[in-house]
């Protein structure tokens, strides 16, 4: 499958596929939009669940959110049965808000086939899909996968420093246009207002129709004004922040479906950069 997202219809004509290991990546805390709020829980059958705030989260870094260690990475892969073969698909309680943040853990961790489901669980909800509600037992024999991080999709403040005025290299902000603007008071204590200087602004929002992403023509259209072809013709490198690397990755994915190939997170994002003083900030 060429794209990284795959169709509920999709879903629905693999739940049976040996193959697929099946995850619920939904967050506790939504930040950004006005939550999903179920009176009862639920999951796609066959689904697995993964703790991204705490197992899948480096909990001995500073950062908020900081990017799990290889170990980490590793142990929850082998725990859940994922191999070299296996189709991994990834989903949220919210729509498209946290399955493309686990999406780009798996895929900078070296898992081959990982996917997002577009739309999530209440694209499957408003299409009558059968639900369940206890999350699956996990009956996956331990697999031997063992995490290789590909460093150049994952940066650092260092890094984004270094090249804030280099054309070939664009950041580009998910949070909303106050906060990027510094209209508003970051939800987090000790951190600055602003934006990262020469950064672009394009809120997750924008890249959303309903409980999926846009097409992908209009997402071309949407990224060729914050990151044109350069002089060269060669592609621009694209780095993406938010409030602490979950939505960024909302917009990494986007960008990656409007055809982009050199893409990397901050980890961090603005919470890592708005703490430290010794940063500028626009």
Not at 20 to 33: F, N, P, R
Not at 85 to 107: C, E, H, K, M, T
Not at 154 to 163: E, I, P, T
Not at 222 to 232: D, V
Request: proline share 7%; net charge negative; aromatic share 8%.
């Amino acid at each position: 499958m060429p794209s990284p997202l795959v169709p509920t219809q999709w879903l629905q004509d693999n739940l049976d596929n040996e193959r697929l290991v099946l995850i619920d990546a939904s967050m506790a805390t939504v930040i950004g939009k006005d939550p999903i709020v179920y009176d009862r829980p639920m999951w796609i059958p066959g689904s697995r669940q993964i703790d991204l705030e705490g197992v899948l989260c480096d909990t001995g870094s500073s950062q908020t959110h900081a990017f799990p260690t290889e170990e980490q990475v590793t142990d929850e892969a082998q725990r859940l049965g994922i191999t070299t073969d296996s189709l991994v698909v990834l989903y949220d309680n919210q729509g498209i808000y946290s399955a493309p943040r686990a999406w780009w853990i798996f895929r900078s961790m070296g898992v081959k086939h990982v996917f997002v489901l577009d739309g999530g669980l209440p694209q499957w909800l408003a299409e009558k899909r059968d639900v369940v509600s206890t999350i699956a037992e996990n009956t996956a024999t331990p697999s031997n996968f063992v995490a290789n991080l590909d460093r150049s999709r994952v940066r650092d403040s260092a890094y984004v420093l270094h090249h804030l005025d280099d054309s070939r290299v664009t950041v580009i902000d998910a949070r909303s246009r106050s906060r990027f603007l510094a209209q508003v008071p970051e939800p987090r204590p000790g951190v600055r207002s602003g934006h990262i200087p020469n950064s672009h602004n394009l809120p997750f929002t924008e890249v959303l129709e309903g409980n999926c992403f846009k097409p992908a023509s209009e997402l071309k259209a949407i990224f060729i004004t914050l990151a044109p072809p350069l002089q060269s013709s060669s592609e621009p490198q694209l780095v993406f922040s938010c409030g602490s690397g979950i939505t960024a990755c909302i917009i990494l994915l986007a960008a990656e479906l409007a055809g982009y190939h050199q893409l990397s997170l901050y980890d961090g994002s603005w919470a890592d950069w708005g703490r430290d003083e010794s940063l500028p900030v626009a």
